[in-house]
């Protein structure tokens, strides 16, 4: 069984109940004791650092993930047990507003129409740069211009990362490459933008009062835990290429068919983790 509250955890104020150690006490434990490490601590020069297996920034040692992945909205994970989120990229929410708060309010309501129509079934959460307490990794900064949480399209740092994500886009089709999600635009409705004409369109429209309000796109993976891996001895998921959204991910097996009779109750066997899509054929363990 996984542990669904480790962020929470990690989020804490030291304190009495943790069950981690102190830095800040430590340090001043250390300087006026010559330098001297606690029974059962290692010193700090003995730690190895590590990297987040979110983003895979550097973090302290002891640390589950950076302080940016923990904040990526914990608490939807109580909905979502069999789940947890992972980032898919940024994306960009253009929008029409003659102010830079005007922007945030509209991107955010963009955000959440992105996560609750199915415009695009590989975005299950998406959440606002401006909404974070802590600044992004630099693994999601770094492959940007610039990440500010709104850009008037008509500045300098505007344009460059409207180039940016234009250059990126895969246009013209719904159906994504098996291993590469490559829409970056959205408008203000969360729907996908995949025509260039559209978009050609919506920033003359806008003309100056066109803004791109930058988010983190999320989406749900499964998790194996431990009583599913002693339960089924034979493999569980494998990757296939769904037929409703195009994308090759990894299917989960839902039911096995236990009777011997010829009839087919039509179970399916497993479904698509983006889209939900039911998948149908013979017993997986068939081919073992």
């Known amino acids: 069984m996984t542990d669904h509250y480790a962020d929470y955890e990690a989020l804490r104020p030291v304190g009495e109940a943790t069950r981690m150690p102190d830095r800040e006490l430590g340090t001043h434990f250390d300087a006026q004791n010559n330098g001297r490490s606690i029974a059962g601590y290692p010193a700090e020069a003995q730690q190895r650092e590590a990297n987040c297996p979110s983003c895979g920034t550097s973090i302290p040692p002891g640390q589950p993930k950076c302080r940016f992945c923990l904040t990526l909205d914990p608490s939807d994970e109580q909905h979502h047990s069999d789940t947890e989120l992972s980032l898919l990229h940024v994306v960009h929410l253009f929008v029409e507003s003659t102010t830079y708060y005007g922007a945030v309010a509209k991107g955010a309501a963009a955000a959440r129409l992105l996560a ?87 920033l003359e429209s806008a003309d100056d009062d066109g803004w791109l309000v930058p988010a983190i796109a999320l989406q749900h993976s499964p998790v194996e835990t431990r009583s599913e891996s002693q339960e089924h001895q034979i493999p569980t998921k494998r990757s296939l290429q769904c037929r409703e959204c195009g994308r090759e991910t990894t299917h989960r097996v839902s039911e096995f068919e236990e009777s011997a009779d010829s009839g087919w109750s039509g179970q399916p066997i497993c479904e698509c983790t983006l889209c939900g899509a039911p998948c149908f054929g013979p017993d997986p363990r068939a081919s073992q």
């Open 116 to 202: 609750t129509n199915e415009s695009d079934p590989a975005v299950d959460e998406c959440q606002l740069i401006y909404d974070f307490d802590e600044e992004p990794a630099a693994q999601v900064t770094d492959a940007w211009p610039a990440l500010s949480p709104a850009l008037r399209v008509a500045s300098k740092r505007g344009e460059e990362v409207l180039a940016v994500a234009r250059e990126r886009t895969t246009w013209g089709s719904t159906a994504h490459s098996a291993t590469e999600h490559a829409t970056y635009f959205y408008d203000e409705s969360g729907s996908a933008i995949r025509d260039q004409a559209h978009l050609s369109t919506l």
